[in-house]
């Protein structure tokens, strides 16, 4: 907001927005015009990112792009941001930090429940995560668990930076057996067992990453060309999703997709309480908006881990039971710049695309489980009901250049053949055909509500898939 | 002096969620720190609260006379997870048909659990004996 105040009365700006990710370094320029109190967009460019040297990409993107008065910037880059949770009940304490990690656009590369052994330090060494982010135990709640699980971190090395968000009664003796180490200190991510309360670790994950990590991250060089520190991409996608509804009514229940090579993450805005009397939510609260990242979807790096993930559905699509298909997706984990050249390769990569869509959803959503009690039929809910959602937005490399990737075989995951899943049952379908969604988040640091209505006028709905079907029955 | 927290839920596919909120509000204003699950809880569900909140006692409901085929293990199960010494009261409706409460007593209390209420029972003098009974197993009582 401060860089609005400097330039007052100034009747144009053109903002640069740039999003650094693993592959490719996009940007574009916006003008934002003081007279129509709107943005357009003036430019845009990609190339591909340097992985010895993020600044040169970074520099060659500027060239390409018109000049502009202010820069804010993303990054995904050098495998994002990674985060260890620790935490001491899996369906509580530790399933609340890993909200808490992804919702902060992390990734979460490790989990660790009760106490913590020797193998997993040894782990954690070799997975060098950026945050180690430590949970356990409500306010007034365990403190045994998480006494051990300190002692036990108090090994590594003073290369992590630690973030305690647990028992509040343990942050004295945090601070004491930790000390010399990186270690911030912040509220509870679970203070009572139905009140998860995630924002203030999530702060406290972003600060630590503009304090401590974007250097390591091989950003210096960006960050003096820029003026301006980055934000970790899902971190600023997360929050221009939370402001859609302040400045969009309409859109107060919508889920966006994020397709990449390595990661399918996926974003749900809406309630998703019980929608029933005769449903009954189970564990914990999840969030309004709630983010999910799947490391084991996405289209080239990760395409031999999502034929793994889907292979029982594409085999059921697919003559030779999806041999083919999964020869393509191997060939694709290798060599990560290949594009399907013939229209059978295109049809794999459409089916992989659809496999981690529908995939990625059904992961994200709740479930509910039908049981009968003497009082008739009832309904346990767990997770978040999307049923509801009215509209989703699909964005990322594939889903902004193509249509939408339908199943094959028209039908609809299998989990447990017990639990009813939660994804959305009819929804529009809008596309960001223009790749711009993660550069608009961006921008909305400065301009949030012409940020969100730019990018209600770039994506469209679809015209090929207007309504569409992700698995959940309507309601 | 820190509150002594205490778990408390309607085990199984028990819905009954007067008896539950009354429980609530009485346990509460006795000073323990209530985690309450409310109605269809089950027994992993009790134990990870406790973990999770460092409980001292389990306040195990049931009204729909199916505590016999819900309860069982519950005991076992707690000490499998590190809690050996928690204290397991159990209330409510427990059996279909009429017994005396002695044999559903003995019942329960063989199952493993510390003490057994009748539907009836006046809730004060529970409240007095959980107290005693945290105080001779921990060494602090609530409030």
Not at chain 1, 295 to 309: E, F, H, M, T, Y
Not at chain 1, 418 to 433: F, H, K, V
Not at chain 2, 80 to 92: A, M, N, Q, S, T
């Amino acid at each position: 907001m401060g860089v609005r105040r400097r330039i007052g009365q100034m009747a144009t700006q053109r903002i640069l927005s740039i999003d650094i990710g693993s592959t490719y370094t996009k940007g574009a320029v916006f003008l934002y015009d003081s007279a129509t109190d709107g943005l357009s967009l003036d430019g845009m460019a990609s190339v591909s990112t340097t992985c010895d040297n993020i600044g040169t990409g970074f520099g060659r993107l500027q060239e390409k792009l018109p000049r502009a008065d202010v820069c804010c910037y993303s990054s995904s880059a050098r495998g994002g941001l990674k985060i260890a949770a620790i935490g001491l009940v899996p369906e509580l304490t530790l399933k609340t930090a890993q909200l808490c990690a992804m919702s902060a656009g992390g990734r979460v590369t490790g989990v660790y429940a009760y106490k913590l052994t020797a193998a997993d330090i040894t782990e954690i060494q070799n997975l060098r995560p950026d945050i180690v982010l430590v949970c356990g135990g409500t306010d007034g709640g365990d403190e045994s668990y998480v006494r051990h699980n300190i002692q036990r971190l108090s090994d590594l090395d003073d290369s992590y930076a630690f973030i305690y968000a647990g028992n509040r009664a343990l942050r004295d003796f945090v601070g004491k057996t930790l000390s010399g180490k990186e270690v911030s200190v912040t509220e509870n991510v679970l203070p009572e067992l139905d009140r998860p309360n995630i924002e203030p670790a999530r702060r406290t994950i972003r600060d630590v990453f503009l304090e401590k990590i974007v250097h390591g991250k091989g950003l210096s060089q960006v960050i003096e060309r820029a003026g301006s520190k980055p934000l970790p991409t899902p971190y600023a996608v997360y929050e221009f999703i939370k402001a859609f509804g302040c400045y969009a009514p309409e859109w107060n229940s919508f889920c966006v997709v994020d397709m990449g090579g390595a990661t399918t993450d996926v974003y749900s805005c809406c309630e998703g309480a019980p929608s029933e009397a005769n449903i009954i939510y189970k564990g914990v609260p999840e969030p309004t908006v709630k983010r999910t990242v799947e490391g084991d979807l996405g289209l080239r790096v990760s395409a031999a881990a999502a034929w793994q993930a889907g292979s029982a559905y594409w085999s059921r699509c697919f003559d030779d039971g999806g041999a083919a298909l999964e020869a393509y997706a191997s060939k694709l984990h290798g060599r990560t710049s290949l594009l399907p050249e013939t229209d059978c390769e295109r049809n794999y990569e459409a089916a992989l695309a659809a496999g981690c869509f529908h995939l990625a959803i059904k992961r994200h959503a709740g479930t509910l489980h039908r049981i009968f009690t003497p009082m008739g039929e009832k309904f346990v809910q767990e997770g978040k009901d999307l049923r509801g959602v009215r509209q989703i937005i699909g964005t990322g490399g594939y889903l902004a250049r193509h249509p939408f990737p339908s199943r094959p075989d028209g039908g609809v995951f299998q989990g447990h053949q017990e639990a009813i899943g939660l994804s959305p049952a009819q929804a529009e379908y809008w596309r960001d055909e223009q790749h711009l969604f993660t550069l608009l988040a961006n921008v909305y640091r400065l301009y949030p509500r012409q940020a969100v209505e730019t990018a209600l006028t770039v994506i469209k709905k679809s015209n090929d898939h207007p309504i569409i079907h992700v698995g959940g029955v309507p309601v | 002096m820190e509150q002594v927290s205490i778990v408390l839920g309607v085990i199984g596919s028990d819905c009954h969620a007067v008896g539950n909120k009354i429980l609530e509000k009485v346990f509460s204003d006795a000073g323990f720190k209530v985690v309450n699950l409310g109605v269809m809880v089950s027994q992993d569900e009790f134990i990870h609260a406790a973990i999770e909140t460092g409980a001292k006692a389990l306040v195990v409901s049931s009204l729909y006379g199916q505590a016999e085929l819900d309860c069982p293990g519950l005991r076992q199960r707690c000490q499998e997870r590190g809690l050996p010494d928690i204290i397991l009261y159990i209330g409510g409706r427990l059996v279909i048909g009429k017994h005396h409460f002695k044999e559903i007593e003995d019942k329960f209390l063989k199952m493993g659990f510390d003490r057994v209420f009748s539907p009836d029972c006046n809730l004060d003098e529970a409240i007095g004996l959980l107290k005693q009974d945290i105080t001779q197993r921990w060494g602090s009582a609530a409030g």
